[in-house]
């Protein structure tokens, strides 16, 4: 049964007759109620599977990554949504996870540059490029983050190199030799502790050692 929340003229919450009253990013809004279908043709069935590899291969970084950078500029889209808007098309065999984005945004990105290894494979040190170009600053914090595409695992730096570094060692426990690597980086601009800018993130395949 639905509600009207503030009379008449007043937003509503679930289904009223042949409509259905409802919330989405702060908007309230009200659409035809239409009877759910399942329907089991081939192109839906694919359209599933590549939906939950995108799922499946993001969940891991939903709160640290995709809420922690979605571009404030980007007001009707949650990060997470507009990962699996962007990146579905591309969860089929031979996927290239270096296409995959995992943020997107305005602030100017650097593209990752060698990737020296160390301790058997168990730590990377991974350079990039230190041009700020139009809006990008030498304080601009630092994001990496790495999966094992071998085992699905993610790893994340830890917090505190900014841009002007031009390298951030990242612990990988439980590479191994020939795995399989994606190394991805963005970086952010805060005004104290708000979001201002981001970038959008850029990737580069490694082979674990």
């Known amino acids: 049964m639905g509600k009207l929340r503030s009379g008449i003229l007043g937003n509503i919450r679930g289904k009223v007759a042949g409509v259905v009253g409802s919330q989405w990013k702060d908007v309230n809004y009200v659409r035809e109620y239409v009877k759910p279908a399942n329907p089991q043709t081939v192109a839906q069935q694919a359209q599933r599977s590549k939906m939950a590899l995108a799922v499946a291969f993001i969940k891991p970084l939903v709160g640290t990554v995709l809420n922690a950078y979605s571009d404030p500029f980007q007001k009707s889209m949650s990060g997470f949504n507009r990962f699996i808007k962007t990146n579905i098309s591309l969860f089929e065999s031979g996927i290239d996870y270096t296409d995959v984005s995992l943020v997107a945004g305005k602030l100017q990105g650097s593209e990752i540059g060698t990737i020296d290894s160390a301790s058997g494979g168990q730590s990377y040190t991974v350079h990039w490029s230190d041009s700020n170009g139009n809006n990008g600053k030498p304080s601009d914090k630092v994001c ?23 390298s951030l060692t990242i612990f990988t426990p439980g590479v191994g030799a020939g795995n399989s690597l994606t190394f991805y980086i963005l970086f952010s601009q805060y005004s104290g502790t708000k979001l201002q800018l981001v970038s959008a993130s850029t990737a580069k395949n490694h082979t674990g050692v």
């Open 144 to 166: 990496l983050v790495c999966r094992n595409n071998a085992t699905g695992r993610w790893y994340q730096a830890i917090d505190g190199a900014i841009r002007s570094d031009g």
